[in-house]
């Protein structure tokens, strides 16, 4: 095949880890005669400093060209501590988001049966976790109203769903369990917020078009405590974005290192793959940080993106492998050996 892939490396580790991913990704194309083309572009802190905008349109008209988006991460500490500032790396990320139609995150745990012991739960509440948390992106609070009143000494932010918003997530995830374990878990709050409830009736209408899906309805603070509890009882939950992005941190402790979780966002154009991890600044330029999860994320793309599950499958074989053999980053390398973010990715792409 020849497959275009838009190149968004973005701010902190986002190039240390991309680069690995390319490496990982052009090894798997030679071996299976694809042809890949990457077209690398702005974003974030880097896209302000550049352009003065954090999702410039040349970007987009990249990203909308493409067969898929590869994305690094985004956001730089001169930020976080001026809530002043009028143009932040993140608005970036919500606005291609938004631009994309990305209105579905897929965020899956999973553990590794080496590192089992580096999580901070007990083996035996961990043991046989693989649960996927779809998260809706481009809805909710994170783009309802917002302002200040009172001369600014009263602020407000608006959650607003429509029904359309919710079945459309809501099918994703009814779709998802079908070809996984065929349990459905609705996280809300739906005995004090009205968006909720319009999630819960939204979602218990679509239960009889999917009689073999069993449907549980949680309230996201009770989930919060049974995620760490028996991450193993769940498999495919939906939630709202504010509680996704909540939990989808909490989840991602669970395999032991933050550096390994992939993700997609998927929606109306272009999807785009990402690890879940930030921008991890303190690592920034350092060759230390662990690009496993952008490379699972590359991973993500060949099944989900791209149709192509041997190439996927290798991808994750040879993951496992430079685990088992301790070939990893110093988050994962206790008292052994800590490799390189660059020997990590030159390892992966030689014994691919
Ligand atoms: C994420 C991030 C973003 C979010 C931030 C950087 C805007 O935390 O992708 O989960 O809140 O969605
Ligand atoms: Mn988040």
């Not at 550049?50 to 990203?63: A, F």
């Not at 005995?191 to 009889?208: H, Y």
């Not at 109306?268 to 350092?286: D, N, R, W």
């Amino acid at each position: 095949m020849n497959l275009h892939i838009a190149l968004l490396a973005g701010d902190g580790i986002g190039p240390e880890v991309t680069d690995q991913a390319v490496k990982v990704v052009n090894a798997v194309a030679k071996k299976f005669n694809h042809s890949i083309t990457w077209t690398p572009a702005l974003t974030g802190a880097s896209a302000i400093d550049e352009v003065g905008e954090p999702y410039p349109d040349s970007t987009h008209e990249i990203c909308m060209a493409a067969d898929a988006v590869l994305f690094g991460a985004i956001g730089h500490p001169r930020y976080d501590n001026d809530p002043k500032a009028t143009v932040r790396p993140e608005q970036g990320l919500l606005k291609m988001r938004q631009k994309l139609g990305l209105f579905a995150n897929v965020r899956p745990t999973f553990t590794f049966p080496s590192l089992i012991d580096n999580s901070p739960l007990k083996r035996e509440r961990i043991e046989g976790t693989d649960l996927v948390i779809l998260r809706e992106l481009t809805g909710g609070i994170y783009f309802g109203e917002r302002g200040r009143k009172d001369d600014g000494n009263t602020a407000f932010d608006t959650c607003k769903y429509t029904r359309a918003e919710i079945q459309r997530l809501a099918k994703l995830g009814f779709e998802m369990a079908l070809g996984r374990s065929k349990k459905l878990c609705c996280v809300d709050k739906a005995n004090v917020l009205e968006s909720s409830r319009l999630w819960r009736e939204t979602v218990q209408a679509m239960e009889k078009d999917y009689p073999e899906v069993t449907v549980s309805y949680e309230f996201v603070d009770a989930v919060a405590m049974r995620l760490v509890q028996w991450p193993s009882s769940y498999d495919v939950i939906i939630t709202e974005n504010l509680f996704g992005d909540i939990l989808t941190d909490e989840a991602s402790v669970i395999s032991g290192s933050m550096g390994l979780m992939p993700s997609s966002s998927i929606g109306v154009h272009t999807s785009l793959f990402e690890p879940i991890h930030g921008s991890y600044p303190q690592a920034a330029g350092k060759d230390i940080a662990n690009p496993l999860a952008t490379v699972l994320s590359a991973a993500m793309m060949f099944e989900d993106g791209f149709g192509l599950k041997d190439e996927a499958a290798l991808i994750r074989e040879v993951v496992n492998k430079s685990l088992a053999e301790g070939v990893v980053t110093e988050d994962l390398a206790g008292k052994n050996k800590a490799y390189k973010t660059s020997e990590v990715g030159d390892w992966l792409a030689t014994h691919i």
